[in-house]
Every structure is written in structure tokens, then in C-alpha cells.
């Protein structure tokens, strides 16, 4: 059974920084692949970022640069670190999985497990 559980939310100044860690299990990492999502207030879910069993990485355009995706294969522990945080990453943020090698945040439907969610909010 998998199950992913967020942590990390918090609320911070513009310009600062946060790590999102997702502690996972019920898999091995490299027979699935997981990403970051997002939601914000009123707002349509986004894909953030994505990471493959052989660790490529892929970002949504509007956090490239910014934030990084990666994993601890050892700690079973997804992370995203965000940097140069704004005001419009206010969102509650999760962890996602599927078998197989996807770059989930662009193909959200093909989700089978999602983690319970993590706020993020950045003041200006």
C-alpha cells in the first residue's frame, strides 16, 4: 500500500526559502515516479515538478530556477526545496506518485496516490 505523508508547510517573507519533504513508502523509487503539485485558493491544481526512477527532473515554468526537485533514496524522502519564494506559491502543496516513468506534473489524471497536503504561504 502506498502512502505519502507532506511536511515542510510554513509561512514565510517574500524571497526566503522552504524544503517540502514527502516521506513515502509501499514502492521502490525506481519503479515509480512522483512530482509536486500545488493548489492555491480558488485556483485550478498546478504541477510543479517531477522527478523519474533514473532521477531526471523536470519544472513547470513558473517555479524553474527556483525550485528543485529530488529525492533520498536511502530515507525514502522526496523533497522540493524552493527558493526566492513569492506571494503567488501561496498554495497547499502535494506529493504525488504512480508507477512506471512519467513526468507526472504535466499528466496529472494518470495520479494513483496522492500524499494529504502541506500549506505554503508567503507574505509579501
Known amino acids: 500500500q502506498v502512502k505519502l505523508v507532506e511536511s515542510g508547510g510554513a509561512s514565510v517573507q517574500a524571497g526566503g526559502s522552504l524544503r517540502l519533504s514527502c516521506a513515502y513508502s509501499?514502492?521502490?523509487?525506481?519503479?515509480?515516479?512522483m512530482a509536486w503539485f500545488r493548489q492555491a485558493q480558488g485556483k485550478e491544481r498546478e504541477g510543479v515538478a517531477s522527478?523519474?526512477?533514473?532521477?531526471?527532473?523536470v519544472y513547470a515554468d513558473s517555479v524553474k530556477g527556483r525550485f528543485t526537485i529530488s529525492r533520498d533514496n536511502a530515507k525514502n524522502t522526496l523533497y522540493l526545496q524552493m527558493n526566492g519564494l513569492k506571494p503567488e506559491d501561496t498554495a497547499m502543496y502535494y506529493c504525488?506518485?504512480?508507477?512506471?516513468?512519467?513526468?507526472?506534473?504535466?499528466?496529472?489524471?494518470?495520479?494513483?496516490?496522492w500524499g494529504q497536503g502541506t500549506q505554503v504561504t508567503v507574505s509579501s
Open positions: 509501499g514502492f521502490l523509487y525506481d519503479s515509480y515516479c
Open positions: 504525488a506518485a504512480k508507477s512506471g516513468s512519467w513526468f507526472l506534473h504535466i499528466v496529472p489524471d494518470r495520479v494513483t496516490d
Open positions: 522527478i523519474v526512477g533514473d532521477g531526471r527532473t
